[in-house]
């Protein structure tokens, strides 16, 4: 039998927001699945979802994306963040950086925007981003390779717009290791 981790062991790090003048990096709350980032004009809602089997009332199996609480190894975390613009004013190049726990392995090409954004990975812990093409590792032997999306140790998101009182949607996968 595979141990199980608690969610609140993979909810570490920190949530960064810059954009449209504004910066804030908020702990993300290591109880809850779901924690808000309550300061200036953006509010970040996280939360943490698990693909589950569920009986439907008619007894039928059905598998849905519910609350994550308990994984064990080889189960597939979803990342949902909803970033809402609570000003008045249209927000511009809203940048959200969501790190990638060490116990976990972010699942390639499960970054998602519902709006238009740019999406880049990180090697380094968020210090430094880029695209997958321009991201490369060096191999015990000193050779240099293309970085694979398990190499990836943060994500960042940059909207381009988020209008008055509306929200946009970022989300990723990740594997625990």
Known sequence: MKPKRSLAALIAGWILLVGAGYAAGTPADAHATAAARDEGPVVITTRSLQFKTVKTKEGKKVKK??????????????????????????????????????????VG?????????????????????????????????????????????????????????????VEFKAKLK
Not at 119 to 135: A, E, M, N, Q, V
């Open 65 to 106: 994306w519910l609350k994550a609480t308990e994984v064990v190894p080889g189960d597939v975390v979803r990342y949902v963040d909803t970033v809402r613009n609570r000003s008045d004013k249209v927000l511009e190049k809203v940048r959200v950086v969501n790190p990638i726990n060490p116990h976990l392995s972010y």
């Open 109 to 169: 090409g499960s970054a998602k925007c519902e709006s238009g954004c740019a999406i880049r990975y990180s090697l380094d812990g968020g210090k430094h981003f880029d695209t997958p093409k321009h991201l490369f590792v060096t191999d015990a032997k000193g050779k240099k390779h293309l970085a694979k999306p398990g190499d990836y140790t943060a994500i960042e998101w940059t909207i381009d717009r988020i209008d008055p009182r509306k929200s946009v949607t």
